[in-house]
């Protein structure tokens, strides 16, 4: 049976609450490979998201002929921008962002660079892909159901109220976790994990 982080961390890729809960989220690792602009034009992003699931997917057939395989996870983002509105706004053009897929724990950064020189060879893809390691420790997380742009009140309210009731402050990037394929799913039905490192 293939290792499934979806089922093996369910509290992180599978949770029900609707509106704002913490939990401890533990060190994970991913592969990662950074950017700036809006998702839904750059080709940057475009290109970035390519060059990961290429490494996500020849990592993975090199586990399995090892007889360890896994799922590929799904997509997963860091977002900030130099003044937090942006996300409230959705004012896309002047967010950065850390796109990233998980990796099981027995992978390593040499199954990284040993991918990279199939990635090149096979698929034509030089990226900046690398190997990193995210301990985000105590989160306040919720699940969006719907279009990525129909975020704003739910941030607007983790930032307004949620973090102001609880005595907490914002310590770290916003988190994303794509439980839908917005190519395959019509926008209403798409799942995000939304997620934000506070103390």
Known sequence: MPYDLKKELKQLYAPKNRDWALLDVPEQQFLAIDGRGNPNTAESYKKAVEALYAFAYTIKFSAKQRGEDFVVGPLEGLWWADDYTAFTVRAKDSWQWTMLIAQPPWIGEDAVEEARETVVR??????????????????????????????????????????????????????????GDPRRTEPAKLKTVLRQPVG
């Open 122 to 179: 096979k698929k034509k893809i030089d990226a900046p892909v690398r190997f990193e390691k995210l301990h985000e420790g105590r989160c306040a997380q919720a699940l969006h159901l719907g279009s990525h742009d129909d975020e704003g009140p739910l941030l607007a309210r983790l930032h307004d109220e949620y973090v102001v009731e609880q005595g907490l402050k914002l310590t770290g990037l916003h988190h994303e976790v794509y439980l």
